[in-house]
């Protein structure tokens, strides 16, 4: 560990905290994802942001990002100090771009049938009130 004052995290308490398993953890680790420190008895131990960093990978995730995309991304967002560590390149831009544009087409497929769903149930709560 590095900094003494910093929180330092174990892999296990990391998965708790994240509802992600440590075997995925490890994955994120070695896709250059997540990066880990090792204490003297070779455990793996992560600084406290590592928990909002692992959301962000789900997130992502969820939006449909492959890892190879998401570990090229993330060295390009603002770092906690407030700062990227990398600058996109105009490849990487135009692959953010047409994900960006991948999810808004999902997010107008949501709304669509998100429309649907509460059409049924106001049809349903309007029918059992009648009853």
Known sequence: MSDS???????GELSR????SVRSLR????QMMLVSERTPGGHREYPEAAVDRVI???QLFAAGLHS????QLLPCMRAPEG?????????????LTA??????SMIRD??????????????????????
Request: hydrophobic share 30%; net charge positive; with cysteine.
């Open 5 to 11: 004052t910093a929180k330092w995290i174990r892999i």
């Open 17 to 20: 905290r994240t509802g992600v």
């Open 27 to 30: 994955y994120y680790e070695q």
């Open 56 to 58: 962000l990978i789900q």
């Open 68 to 71: 190879t995309k998401i570990a």
């Open 83 to 95: 700062r990227p560590n990398e600058q996109a390149t105009p490849r990487l831009v135009d692959e």
């Open 99 to 104: 994900e960006c544009r991948r999810i808004e």
């Open 110 to 131: 949501l709304n669509a049938s998100k429309s649907i769903l509460q059409q049924v149930i106001q049809s349903a709560e309007t029918e059992s009130t009648r009853s």
